[in-house]
């Protein structure tokens, strides 16, 4: 089952996201940070409805008609069984109903997005307001992720 995130699972989302983070794979998120933005958050529950085994986030820049897909991260027992690619989806699909025209992404597994229609495009190619956040990341500028974009409307 897939829904909006709610504030009871803040503290999950976080660890969730930190523990990809700490082994260098995205972007810490303080729990400051979930909280602030949990309206971007999408969280899959186990088939009791219980426990989230992944979560993602679309968070809209600007007035663009651009919006940024984040935190994707699924729990290490429950990889390789489509969750992500369902994440995604909902994240799509929010997206669409939003009328945005266009979704990124910033990745180290390109393939992943590609699968899922997104095609490589130049980091130049997105917006500034984009990289505010990367400008406190310790890899900047150099962090190797890849951007990708998908076209929505």
Known sequence: ????AQIKDAKFIHSL???????????PRSLNEIYENIRDFWVILDEKGKNINGCVALHIVGWNNLAEIKSLAVEKNHQRKGIGSQLI??????AKSL??????ALSYKPKFFRKLGFSI??????????????????????CGEIALIKKIC
Do not use: T
């Open 1 to 4: 089952m897939i829904r909006k």
């Open 99 to 104: 009328r945005l025209k266009n979704v990124f």
């Open 89 to 94: 989806e909902a994240a799509l699909s929010e």
């Open 17 to 27: 996201i930190n523990c990809y983070a700490q082994r260098d794979l995205m972007m």
């Open 121 to 142: 495009i130049s980091k130049s190619k997105l917006p500034h307001k984009v990289w505010a956040e990367c400008c406190n990341c310790p890899k900047f500028p150099n």
